[in-house]
């Protein structure tokens, strides 16, 4: 079992003492800081083939 990835600061207000919280389930976070509570989630890898311009794409070259 590998060990659960931690974040470096707080999202909210960048503080770096954080703590995994008990109630959060599995990802949550709670800052001591600014009394915040926040939860990560990972979604997955991107493909090789995604696009990273953002917009859409509709083939054409104009």
Request: charged share 25%; aromatic share 10%.
């Given at each position: 079992m590998?060990?659960?990835a931690a974040p470096f600061y707080c999202p909210y207000c960048g503080d770096e003492d954080?703590?995994?919280s008990e109630e959060g389930g599995?990802?949550?976070w709670e800052c001591a800081s600014c009394r915040?509570?926040?939860?990560?989630?990972?979604?997955g890898l991107l493909s090789s083939h995604?696009?990273?311009?953002?917009g859409p794409s509709d083939g054409n070259k104009d």
């Open positions: 590998t060990e659960r954080l703590r995994p599995h990802g949550g915040r509570a926040f939860s990560l989630k990972f979604l995604s696009s990273t311009s953002g």
